[in-house]
């Protein structure tokens, strides 16, 4: 079992260039989450998608757009990089909102 | 105020060293808790959930007390392998808080 994958695992971008991360579980979850992760911050929720075929804003979703496109996966893009937007992010997801969620490996990204 | 908070550590123990963890949270509503373990440069992953009556598995304990807004991990005859860095969670409505860790060190 994959549980939840991650790609990339490492990308370095340029100030203003585009990425998409991708994520994919094969749990059947209904749930998926992405969180980045700084030092001394802890994880930050950015969005989740509660259910396929919505989606909503966390604690930190400005810079970020999402799409679920199906039960399986849900991406996270950054249309325009910042420095700022420089972390480990994280992908999640668990079978309904109460449950603990189950994480994939993370994505490391570096803006320069 | 952070809705979770936790001691940062590091908490630098020997082997067979009996250790506890308090975290606090801030939204009385707040309807589950967990604990989770993160390894250096991993992911989080799930170490134990933590119910009102207070759960063990194994070595670890998890308390739960709502009316002071606390929950507690023990960690009893503390291995190497336990050196990582703990992380509390809350479950407020339909979202994960996360606190930022308490790190552990087992030494031999």
């Known amino acids: 079992n994959a549980g939840v994958t991650q790609t990339p695992k490492f990308q370095v971008l340029k100030t203003g260039q585009s990425m998409t991360l991708q994520c994919a579980q094969d749990?059947?979850?209904?749930?998926m989450y992405w969180y980045r992760q700084d030092p001394g911050m802890g994880l930050r929720l950015i969005y989740y998608?509660?259910?396929?075929?919505?989606?909503d804003k966390g604690e930190v979703p400005n810079g970020y757009n999402v799409s679920r496109l199906n039960k399986r996966e849900f991406s996270l893009r950054l249309e325009s990089a910042a420095p700022s937007q420089t972390s480990v992010y994280f992908c999640a997801s668990c079978q309904s909102l109460n449950q603990p969620q189950h994480f994939g490996d993370g994505t490391r990204l570096s803006i320069l | 105020r952070k809705e979770v908070e936790q001691d940062p550590g590091p908490f630098n123990v020997p082997e067979g060293a009996t250790v506890a963890f308090n975290c606090t949270y801030s939204n009385s509503a707040s309807q589950s808790f967990f604990w989770y373990r993160q390894d250096c440069r991993k992911e989080p992953k799930l170490l134990m959930s933590?119910?009102?009556s207070g759960n063990e598995d194994g070595r670890f304990t998890a308390q739960l007390n709502r009316a002071s807004q606390y929950i507690s991990l023990l960690i009893r005859d503390s291995k190497l392998s336990d050196s990582a860095t703990y992380l509390c969670v809350a479950l407020n409505t339909d979202k994960l808080i996360f606190g930022t860790g308490t790190r552990l060190q087992v030494f031999p």
């Open positions: 933590v119910y009102s």
């Open positions: 749990m059947n979850h209904n749930s």
């Open positions: 998608s509660a259910s396929e075929g919505t989606t």
